[in-house]
């Protein structure tokens, strides 16, 4: 198979070496001609636009920033629809609006081409290590035809329904990571007020039913105060701004999730949204008048 991939960024470079490495070739394109020359050192075919990498393979990867980046990359001036062939999958692992997916989706339907939305959740470490865990809507047909490809790039892989499945999917996972990162500094901000050591009570509450990965990873980190990006808190934002847009759509109510997004834009706001999105902890902290210190 002759494989596509459009945007090297944090996650894509990595993603897209993982791929090449598994034996297969590769073309690439990416706005900044700098972020080919890893694939390119290592056998890939460096491409001038979206169009000519469509002109040139089977499978298409995209992974960029946000809609309108992958509506410009599939629709745009110098985008996949101009020299896109018959039969060819275009796999979206971006995270980005369900509605504008199952749009996109139809409309290379039309073309009589097929797309996957395959966003990813698992960090640059984890696309580094062939480690991501891959949430894909589309045809179950086609997911299987991709699903090589996905296993270079994620150990963790799940079909889960129709197009925009795999976002509705990413969505969730959001929510769920924003609410519990939230969760965690509240937990600390009782502890530190109490005058309990939160390390000590960390290592407690990872033993029981509210241990969880995020107590693990990103627990240690806010303790550590080390708020250096695995996940950027403008990234963060952008994908609650989906997932309030989805509730609009949808007219559910998704309280928890609406707190977290105004963390998210405070922080925005403030100019940290390089900062991880632990960051959250500093504005509880703030609202609290409490400072979470390892020994209290």
Not at 72 to 78: S, Y
Not at 159 to 171: C, E
Request: negative net charge; aromatic residues 4%; proline residues 3%.
């Amino acid at each position: 198979m002759k494989i596509g991939f459009i945007g090297l960024g944090i996650m894509g470079q990595p993603m897209a070496l993982n791929i090449l490495n598994s034996g297969h070739s590769v073309w690439v394109y990416a706005r900044r001609p700098a972020m080919m020359k890893p694939l390119t050192d290592a056998g890939a075919t460096a491409c001038s636009s979206s169009t000519e990498v469509a002109a040139n393979t089977d499978i298409i990867f995209i992974c960029v920033s946000d809609t309108q980046d992958v509506e410009k990359v599939i629709l745009g001036e110098e985008g996949i629809l101009k020299s896109i062939k018959k039969d060819s999958v275009v796999v979206d692992m971006s995270t980005i609006s369900p509605s504008a997916t199952r749009a996109l989706a139809k409309t290379l339907s039309d073309n009589e081409c097929h797309m996957l939305d395959a966003p990813v959740s698992g960090g640059e470490q984890g696309a580094i290590d062939g480690a991501l865990s891959i949430m894909v809507g589309g045809e179950e047909e086609i997911f299987n035809r991709v699903l090589p490809l996905f296993n270079a790039m994620g150990k963790n892989i799940v079909h889960i329904g129709d197009n925009g499945a795999g976002q509705v999917t990413k969505a969730c996972n959001q929510v769920l990571i924003g609410q519990t990162i939230a969760a965690i500094g509240e937990a600390y901000i009782l502890a530190s007020a109490s005058g309990v050591d939160p390390v000590k009570v960390r290592q407690a509450l990872l033993g029981g039913f509210a241990g969880s990965r995020a107590l693990e990873s990103h627990g240690q980190r806010m303790l550590d105060r080390n708020f250096k990006p695995g996940f950027k808190s403008s990234l963060h934002h952008k994908d609650m701004r989906i997932v309030m847009e989805a509730a609009h759509e949808l007219g559910i109510a998704l309280p928890g999730a609406s707190q977290v997004t105004q963390y998210l834009n405070a922080i925005v706001g403030q100019g940290k949204g390089e900062n991880d999105s632990i960051s959250i902890l500093e504005l509880q902290e703030l609202l609290s008048g409490i400072t979470v210190k390892k020994d209290n």
